[in-house]
């Protein structure tokens, strides 16, 4: 039985041939359609035909309007099946997150990347290129975004702003790290003594008691200490000290920024130039209510308080309210009975730092509380207060 075969339809008999008759007379790609083409034209002359009705942005292919009009309806047809999360787009990037999949590799250091754009991002790692300049002060950059970020410097503009105490941040990442502030949560925990901390950058200065940050306070009080047991009796444990010296010691190459008078070291270049205002006693910021002045931004903030009343922070078990946070934080002692602060000689253990700090004395034999009227020296002040009502006392009797 004969039947006669139908004729295949132009486009479907052109899309299964093997031939691409028409080429492109820029970068010589072969298309099998003739549209298809004139449709590749637009990637070199950079034209773009087609626009949005709503905002006039203009685009190369037609469909690319249709997958850009959902910015305006918000509309999000697209459905993860295992996060159930939506999207604008077709969700075949975001599976990547799931699958772990980086099909894309750098040629150079054969790192993997989820997506073709990431691999481009990554190349000016390798070759040092910075495309992307500022355009108020020329600073280079190898990433479009990165330009975005730095221009926040220039313009100052905090556009996210924590809904608590309504500070301003100009990046969602730090005003998301600002958060634990208010929330009480340490996510940042010290690999070494496990000491939690609410922001990444108080961890990161902590860590630098560990790497040896302190190591010149330590060595000072390792020479007052062996000072006077060259001119006393007292014994005191100087072993230990010099274990802890030691050990300081070995970290010291993390500080090669070095003070040009003092030669003290630093671990970051910005630490030594805060540390200059000790020399040169310059102090830039001024109370615009008292004219105090200060040496750094962070100390006039702390000072403000004195003026304004304000006292922010409070105790969450006594309600007992403080201008600053370094007060509550002693404050919670009273509470916890906790005794942070140990004295390095007799194990004594106290609250507060400051009470630490007037302990020593007993030990090194420093009295730097002296009396106006009798020159009679103490240790602590309370004593030298308690000392001149003997003065009153004889004044008294005179008259």
């Known amino acids: 039985m004969w039947t006669q075969s139908l004729p295949i339809p132009r486009k479907r008999r052109t899309s299964h041939t093997t031939k691409k008759p028409f080429s492109c007379s820029v970068c010589n790609r072969g298309f099998a359609q003739k549209g298809n083409l004139t449709k590749h034209m637009s990637v070199h002359t950079g034209e773009k035909p087609f626009s949005c009705p709503v905002c006039k942005k203009c685009f190369a292919r037609k469909f690319e309007v249709k997958q850009h009009m959902p910015v305006h309806t918000r509309e999000k047809p697209f459905c993860c099946p295992v996060c159930k999360k939506r999207f604008t787009l077709k969700v075949k990037q975001h599976m990547l997150v799931h699958t772990r999949e980086k099909p894309f590799c750098c040629s150079i250091c054969k790192k993997g990347f989820a997506r073709k754009s990431e691999v481009k991002q990554h190349m000016p790692v390798h070759t040092g290129e910075k495309p992307f300049c500022c355009s108020v002060c020329k600073k280079g950059f190898a990433r479009k975004y990165e330009v975005k970020q730095h221009m926040l410097v220039h313009t100052r503009e905090k556009s996210f702003s924590c809904p608590v105490c309504k500070k301003g941040f100009a990046r969602k990442s730090n005003l998301k790290e600002h958060m634990p502030v208010h929330t009480g949560e340490k996510p940042f925990c010290c690999s070494v003594c496990k000491k939690g901390f609410a922001l990444k950058?108080?961890?990161?200065?902590?860590?630098?008691?560990?790497?040896?940050?302190?190591?010149?306070?330590?060595?000072?009080?390792?020479?007052?200490?062996?000072?006077?047991?060259?001119?006393?009796?007292?014994?005191?444990?100087?072993?230990?000290?010099?274990?802890?010296?030691?050990?300081?010691?070995?970290?010291?190459?993390?500080?090669?920024?070095?003070?040009?008078?003092?030669?003290?070291?630093?671990?970051?270049?910005?630490?030594?130039?805060?540390?200059?205002?000790?020399?040169?006693?310059?102090?830039?910021?001024s109370c615009s209510v008292c004219k105090k002045c200060f040496a750094h931004k962070s100390n006039l903030k702390e000072h403000m308080p004195v003026h304004t009343g304000e006292r922010p922070f409070c105790c969450s078990v006594c309600k007992k309210c403080f201008a600053h946070k370094s007060n509550l934080k002693e404050h919670m002692s009273v509470h916890t009975g906790e005794r942070p602060f140990c004295c390095s000689v007799c194990k004594k253990c106290f609250a507060h730092r400051s009470n630490l700090k007037k302990h020593m004395s007993v030990h090194t034999g420093e009295r730097p509380f002296s009396c106006l009227v009798c020159q009679k020296s103490f240790s602590y002040k309370h004593n030298l207060k308690r000392h001149m009502l003997t003065h009153i006392g004889m004044k008294a009797s005179i008259h």
Do not use: A, W, Y
């Not at 008691?209 to 000072?220: N, P, S, Y």
């Not at 230990?240 to 920024?257: D, R």
């Open 201 to 285: 950058s108080n961890l990161k200065k902590h860590m630098l008691t560990h790497t040896g940050e302190k190591c010149d306070k330590l060595c000072t009080t390792n020479l007052t200490l062996s000072r006077f047991n060259s001119t006393s009796n007292i014994s005191f444990p100087l072993n230990s000290l010099n274990e802890k010296k030691t050990q300081m010691t070995v970290h010291t190459t993390n500080k090669p920024f070095s003070c040009s008078v003092c030669k003290k070291c630093f671990t970051h270049k910005v630490e030594v130039k805060q540390h200059m205002l000790v020399h040169t006693r310059e102090k830039p910021f």
